[in-house]
């Protein structure tokens, strides 16, 4: 192979010269996302069971579970709780949508989660009715 | 008739030297040259370096303690993110471990599917290596070249696995997400794609006098050195030695796709760059065949959260080098103990011998050559070198230690709290220049 020969680099130099830019123009147009994208978590109220697989397989300890009071179901009085997401320590792995037997909870498409009140993340859709 | 001021100079600084040759520089722990904290005392003769220094610890978070309180399958993502470049590589190695540990079986079609993750996150790793290379070079349009390339090969990942870095592919005894339909040509194109832009890229290395001044003859170290400290992976195969897990103890699906471990004699950090490259066109090989290669089956076997009691450890090729865990289990929901060995420990000694001979302004590049990873490879243990004594310490004899050091005042009043066992008790003194 020839050596120190100077200038393999400028062909690619001249057809980076030619191209769009690489960058996307991302605030001012909505950025494309592949299909499996992991975002932010979301969960069906009407779904959930309380059942607590969510909370026992969460790696982050984004779910605790609430204490809602008691239902009868027949002679026997049943705890309700229902989950309660801190989705600021969220890592976005999918394992508690992978373990719900009942398809309550999906990682949406939404990436946009900053926000300067902490409080906007605390997810407490299966609490309050 | 006087002595010129030239040699009159030179007669001073010649009998200034004989009472100072030596100075010592410390370099880092925050320093723009290392991505993460490490810091090294240099010795240096004038300009070229005579002996390093390394003082580790500066990013230890305690991996191995969280994972015994942890369950087994959360542990799998804490170990994932020991590392942001190669994580899916330790996910692997950890669940290898367990899975030895269960009587489950992995699919076959999933061992396929993990062979394509590792080997599309180690093209990903050495594109951005080089990267890198070609910034510490001074050569900052083939960084943004090449980190250009790099995203073709992200979006493959993020395509399949629905993340960029933190693929969260990985599962025991199998992998949770099936590969997407139809997406077989467009990844044989795409690693098409990759491997002709390799190749132009080990073409420009080749020829381009910038790379070549500053790569050529720089960082080299015999093959008897490398041999006597132990580096693994590209760090010993680019002196020759064909040392690759790969090779020598198949996992996942590296006993079926045809593999080809490259190795180079050169040994200089030149060599090392023409390595990766070559590697990175033998990995988008391997990508291409096991896709095409694909096994029909199922992807995953689902096992129950307690694994039996045992003990096993598993050893893996990350983009870096051999990467080991060792993984204790007396049949709980929880681990007993975790270790794990990361590539950058063990190729650190060879590159305190690369540095030894170069000077002051190579150090980034020739640091950079070995892929450094400092906050991957943190780990602690207690060893007193004169008695050869080992031993550990519990987290409150921790605190102790830790009150000690930076509240001397403090720890005097409060005579009653429990001291640290073994040898030193006291503080370590303070380095000082």
Redesign the interface.
């Known amino acids: 192979m020839p050596r120190r020969r100077a200038g393999a680099a400028i062909p690619e130099m001249f057809r980076f010269m030619l191209e769009k830019p690489s960058t996307e123009a991302y605030p001012f147009k909505p950025i494309q996302l592949p299909e499996r994208f992991r975002g932010k978590l979301d969960i069906d109220p009407a779904k959930c069971t309380g059942c607590q697989v969510c909370a026992l397989v969460c790696p982050a300890s984004v779910i605790t579970m609430v204490d809602l009071g008691t239902r009868k179901v027949g002679d026997r009085e049943l705890k309700v709780r229902r989950p309660l997401f801190d989705l600021s320590t969220c890592i976005f792995c999918g394992e508690c949508v992978d373990n719900c037997a009942f398809n309550a909870l999906e990682l949406t498409k939404q990436f946009e989660t900053a926000t300067p009140n902490k409080a906007d993340l605390l997810m407490n859709k299966a609490i309050v009715k | 008739m006087s002595t010129p001021p030239n040699q009159q100079r030179r007669e001073e600084s010649a009998g200034l030297m004989e009472y100072s040759t030596e100075s010592l520089v410390p370099f880092g722990p925050i320093h723009p040259a290392l991505k993460e904290p490490e810091y090294f005392k240099l010795v240096l003769e004038g300009e070229r370096i005579v002996n390093v220094i390394p003082r580790i610890g500066y990013v230890h978070r305690g991996l191995e303690k969280a994972a015994e309180s ?2 087994w ?6 170990f994932e ?1 020991t590392c942001g470049i190669c994580s899916f590589v330790h996910s692997l190695c950890y669940s290898q471990a367990v899975e030895e540990l269960t009587m489950y079986q992995v699919p076959r079609r999933a061992k396929y599917i993990r062979t394509i993750i590792a080997e599309m996150e180690r093209i990903h790793s050495h594109l951005l290596w080089v990267g890198l290379m070609g910034h510490w070079a001074g050569f900052d ?2 960084f943004m ?1 090449v980190w ?1 390339d790099r ?1 073709v090969v992200l ?1 493959l990942v ?6 960029r870095v ?1 693929k ?1 592919m990985n599962a025991f005894c199998g992998v ?2 099936d590969m ?1 339909e139809n997406m077989e040509d467009r990844i044989i194109e795409r690693m098409k794609f990759l491997t002709d832009r390799a190749r ?1 890229y080990r ?2 290395i ?4 910038t790379m ?1 001044k500053r790569t050529e003859n720089i960082g080299r170290v015999s093959a008897d050195t490398v041999e006597k400290l132990c580096a693994v992976g590209p760090m010993a195969r680019y002196v020759g030695f064909k040392r690759d897990v790969r090779l020598n103890d198949p996992y996942a699906a590296y006993d079926e796709v045809p593999l080809d471990v490259i190795t180079t004699t050169q040994g200089d950090v030149h060599a090392l760059l023409r390595l990766r490259l070559d590697e990175l066109v033998a990995s988008a090989n391997m990508v291409a065949y096991a896709v095409k290669n694909l096994p029909d089956g199922p992807i995953r076997v689902k096992i129950p959260p307690i694994i039996p009691a045992g003990e096993h450890s598993s050893h893996c090729e990350a983009p870096r080098g051999e990467i080991f865990y060792f993984v204790k289990s007396s049949g709980g929901r929880t681990p007993d103990r975790v270790k794990s060995r990361q590539p950058t420990m063990a190729n650190l000694p060879t590159a305190l011998e690369l540095l030894k001979g170069q000077t002051l302004a190579d150090i980034p590049i020739v640091l950079t050559a070995i892929d450094p990873c400092f906050g991957c490879m943190d780990r602690m243990s207690f060893y007193d070198t004169e008695t050869n004594k080992r031993w550990t310490w519990s987290g409150e004899e921790l605190r102790q230690y830790g009150i000690n050091y930076y509240f001397p005042e403090r720890a005097k009043k409060k005579s009653g709290i429990k001291k640290a066992i073994g040898p030193p008790t006291n503080q370590y003194p303070r380095e000082e220049f």
Do not use: C, F
């Not at chain 2, 993020?158 to 993340?163: H, L, P």
């Not at chain 2, 080749?206 to 006098?209: K, R």
């Open positions: 942890r369950p399958v959360q542990n799998m993502y804490m993110r349009t083939l070249w250009n995203e979006d993020e395509a399949i696995s629905g993340n933190h969260s949770r997400k997407p132009y073409e420009v080749d020829t381009e006098e070549l």
